[in-house]
């Protein structure tokens, strides 16, 4: 069928049920990977009449019947409604299982399966996009786009409003991981609960994102990267008493690291600091990487 991307999910959520049966949620941010297909499977389940049931194979499932994904995605329902079947990419889910699955009749249940990060000439890639019953959503972590459609929903969802300062604000201290970004909104609505007309403005973006958040994995970062083991340990330690566990540091770490190599990358084909700065996200303040001499 088609490759959706990122930007392009929320709208194509809206209509899965009828664009395709069989769906391939992969990429490098896993947050984003797991929750979309979550989102696919209750959107599919809703849609159904009366509503489809959520059956997810293990890998042990899969492993002891080889052919129960074809099964399961093949039977009709005994109470009716059609039901969403989860898998996770593995090994044992070769590509001729697929091409059987996608090339065959119609299914009687959906197919959801999750992996990670799959390169364009991966046979399991190539055949849910070709595919007519089949579509594959890339998940690569939040662009600019889809951060502020996130920020939309996650906080209509919380019954609360957001001015456009504060919404453009925040889009700029998330950074591109998914899952990390989600947190900071949750964290961010939950403190606005009680603003006045139940709107966010750029004040409580300003308290709960760019102080607590940002700041304290900055100095998280910037004690692991200088190697001070001590001062690093124990800003994880308070990002852990705030409810954030080591993994989301750790996703953040990883796409600052990358940050940076986009930054020094830009530099090298002669790219002037202010604009290779910019290419990173959560954007840099300036000031505080540029020396009187020279850039740290």
């Not at 055949?127 to 007519?132: G, H, Q, V, Y």
């Not at 001062?231 to 990358?258: E, K, W």
Request: glycine letters at 10%.
């Amino acid at each position: 069928m088609v490759a959706i991307k990122t930007a392009e999910f929320s709208s194509f959520l809206k209509s899965a049920a009828k664009r395709a049966e069989a769906f391939l949620v992969h990429g490098a941010d896993a947050g984003q990977v797991a929750e979309h297909a979550k989102a696919i499977a209750a959107q599919l389940c809703a849609g159904s009449s009366p509503p489809g049931e959520i059956l997810r194979l293990s890998d042990q499932d899969l492993t002891q019947t080889p052919g129960r994904l074809a099964t399961e995605a093949r039977s009709l329902p005994m109470f009716g409604g059609r039901p969403v079947i989860m898998v996770r990419h593995a090994p044992h889910l070769t590509p001729a299982m697929f091409e059987d699955l996608l090339g065959g009749s119609p299914l009687a249940g959906f197919v959801i399966v999750e992996a990670g990060n799959l390169k364009r000439d991966a046979k399991i890639r190539q055949l849910f996009e070709k595919a007519k019953n089949a579509a594959a959503i890339a998940c690569y972590g939040a662009d600019e786009r889809s951060l502020q459609q996130l920020i939309r929903d996650d906080v209509k969802a919380a019954g609360l409003t957001i001015t456009a300062d504060a919404a453009q604000r925040l889009g700029g201290l998330l950074g591109g991981d998914w899952a990390v970004s989600r947190a900071e909104i949750v964290k961010l609505t939950l403190y606005a609960a009680d603003a006045d007309g139940g709107e966010i403005t750029l004040e409580h973006v300003d308290a709960i994102v760019g102080d607590s958040s940002a700041h304290a994995f900055e100095a998280a970062i910037s004690a692991t990267l200088t190697g001070n083991a001590a001062q690093a340990l124990g800003q994880i330690d308070g990002l852990a008493a705030a409810g954030t566990p080591a993994s989301v540091f750790l996703n953040v770490l990883l796409r600052h690291m990358q940050g940076l190599h986009i930054v020094a990358a830009a530099i090298e084909r002669g790219e002037a600091f202010d604009s290779a700065v910019g290419h990173m996200r959560p954007k840099l303040a300036v000031a505080r990487w540029q020396g009187g001499s020279g850039h740290r």
